[in-house]
T-cell receptor, first 112, second 114 residues
Framework: DQQVKQNSPSLSVQEGRISILNCDYT??????FLWYKKYPAEGPTFLIS?????DKNEDGRFTVFLNKSAKHLSLHIVPSQPGDSAVYFC???????????FGTGTSLTVIP | ETGVTQSPTHLIKTRGQQVTLRCSSQ?????VSWYQQALGQGPQFIFQ???????GRGNFPPRFSGLQFPNYSSELNVNALELDDSALYLC?????????????FGNGTRLTVT
């Protein structure tokens, strides 16, 4: 079963605007969440993390929001740049486990 | 700081053969995890190695096995290859065991089984 879901396979955004990527999870034991960016022919690159004791974490243009009651997290990219065009994966884990569960990814295209 | 490196980058094998994939972890990282990424899917956890011992395994059969060496590098071995094993195999290193610190991935090995 898919414990982490990214229901939007693709997203197109104009350069300079905000990109919002969404992720839902089903396991209430998850307490640590990551976002990755992946370019073709490269491995995923770590972007930003958030633990369940927070509801927001910022790093430059990237902000992750966590809504534990809704089991939902989102990644905001402001302002979006053409170089942000990539596939974005969210991942989740619990501190009692040793693996990350990944979503199926959202392909972001930033239009110049 | 040296990142995670994987070899080879591409590999073509025939059904029934065996394959070994290699990974050097990022300097300072003592934990290595292997993931399989099929086309259009997210990475799926195969197993994790910490201090040269398997430290957790995903839903993969025993023909998937691994090793971690004293320098924290690692190998993934797959026996009796099947067509469905065709995928991108990703190695990731991290600091500490478990799922409590970010994974740092290599660029992967693209395995094609014919």
């Amino acid at each position: 079963d898919q414990q982490v879901k990214q229901n939007s396979p693709s997203l197109s955004v104009q350069e300079g605007r905000i990109s919002i990527l969404n992720c839902d999870y089903t396991n209430s034991m998850f307490d640590y969440f990551l976002w990755y960016k992946k370019y073709p022919a490269e491995g995923p690159t770590f972007l930003i993390s958030i633990s369940s004791i927070k509801d927001k974490n910022e790093d430059g243009r990237f902000t992750v929001f966590l809504n534990k009651s809704a089991k939902h997290l989102s990644l905001h990219i402001v302002p979006s740049q053409p170089g942000d065009s990539a596939v974005y994966f969210c991942a989740a884990s619990s501190n009692t486990g040793n693996q990350f569960y990944f979503g199926t990814g959202t392909s972001l295209t930033v239009i110049p | 700081e040296t990142g995670v490196t994987q070899s080879p980058t591409h590999l073509i094998k025939t059904r029934g053969q065996q394959v070994t994939l290699r990974c050097s972890s990022q300097s300072g990282h003592n934990t290595v995890s292997w993931y399989q990424q099929a086309l259009g899917q997210g990475p799926q956890f195969i197993f994790q190695y910490y201090r040269e011992e398997e430290n957790g395994r995903g839903n993969f059969p025993p023909r998937f096995s691994g090793l971690q060496f004293p320098n924290y590098s690692s190998e993934l071995n797959v026996n009796a290859l099947e067509l469905d094993d065709s995928a991108l195999y990703l190695c990731a290193s991290s600091l500490g065991q478990g799922g409590t610190s970010p994974l740092h991935f290599g660029n992967g090995t693209r395995l094609t089984v014919t």
